[in-house]
């Protein structure tokens, strides 16, 4: 009989050894490969998000899921208004599939690189900042999904300027704290 007891006592110990291990590098990966604004630079320019979304740009991505599967591309052409302190982008995106989408950004400069803005169906306020060539901006956003409904979910969303009028975007989107995969955008001035 005191076998029997102390098998399982060790058993439920090494069961929630493993769940916690499980569980920390399910953490650790999660906090793996992202960039941070602390990060080296690799250019001596600096990203000024009112001069770069002034006036029209175009943009094309795709979301890649976390399994490396492209799931959806676009194009996307964006409008931008700068008022002095208030920088408004209107974006129009086409889907591959064919659906389209509007979305209206009101972003205003709280500080010498520091942003908050707000647009339909964000929660609470975005907030970003720029330094260097780097622009880092996170938000919670209820997203249209196919079929009519939406989604929450959570973006870090990176951006670096790059030569001749190009900025590279890459955002990383969550839920619960789980990356649903990555959106890679180019885009251009006009």
């Excluded at 399910?26 to 990060?39: E, I, K, T």
């Excluded at 899921?65 to 008022?83: A, L, N, P, Q, Y």
């Excluded at 002095?84 to 889907?95: I, P």
């Excluded at 389209?100 to 803005?117: A, D, F, M, V, Y």
């Amino acid at each position: 009989m005191a076998i029997a007891t102390q098998t399982p006592r060790r058993f439920r110990f090494g069961r929630w050894a493993a769940l916690g291990a499980g569980a920390a590098a399910v953490a650790a990966l999660a906090s793996c490969g992202r960039p941070s604004l602390s990060d080296d630079k690799l250019s001596d320019k600096t990203f000024n998000l009112e001069e770069y979304f002034e006036g029209k740009t175009v943009a094309y991505g795709q979301f890649e899921d976390r399994f490396g599967t492209v799931r959806r591309r676009f194009k996307v052409e964006i409008t931008g208004e700068w008022d002095g302190r208030v920088l408004t982008l209107a974006e129009s995106f086409r889907y591959a599939d064919g659906s389209t989408e509007q979305r209206i950004w009101s972003l205003t400069k709280t500080g010498e690189n520091t942003w908050e803005g707000s647009a339909d169906g964000v929660q609470g306020i975005a907030k970003g900042e720029e330094r260097g060539d780097t622009f880092n901006w996170g938000y919670t956003i209820d997203l249209p999904v196919p079929g009519g409904d939406t989604m929450r979910v959570t973006f870090d969303d990176w951006m670096w300027l790059l030569e001749d009028g190009r900025l590279l975007n890459k955002a990383y989107m969550s839920r619960y704290g789980v990356t649903l995969g990555e959106v890679t955008i180019f885009f251009e001035k006009l």
